[in-house]
């Protein structure tokens, strides 16, 4: 599947402009989410040898951070809005939905690799709540079923392709 980035970089070469200033440990960590998708255990070991401090002191960074995540998403990363306006517009009920129809919670990634749920707060587009985002597309006045209805459509489009 071609959403694995990290087949096709390797993490020498994500971190090949940076020295061994120890200021570059958020910017290399960063960058590695960016190239690879996400922190992957290789890259840690590799920032710490780069900057000469202990792997711990690397995990010790990327765990505080929110920012920073250890897994890799899914091809389609499918974010529920929970703000306050979604929220009082159903959504809720449009995530309970989703999640049942992927049978993954809010955070978690299919087995097939396919599909990511992430909650967030306001996507700017209030007045048409609720909404979702699946790789930038915004999908709104959502109700669940139309949830299921886009999840299913590109459910299929993925099985045509294969
Ligand atoms: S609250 Fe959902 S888009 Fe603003």
Redo the contacts with the bound molecule.
Sequence with gaps: MKFILSETLTTEEVLKDFNEEKSNLIPMLQILQTKIGYVTREGVYAIAAKLNVPPAEVYGVATFFAQFKFEPSGKYHILI???????V?G?REVLGAVERELGINEGETTEDGLFTIEEV???????????MMINKEIHAGLTPTKAIKVIKAIRKEEENES
């Design positions: 809005c929970m703000g306050t306006a979604c929220h517009n959504a707060a306001c996507l700017g587009c209030c007045s048409l709540a609720p909404v």
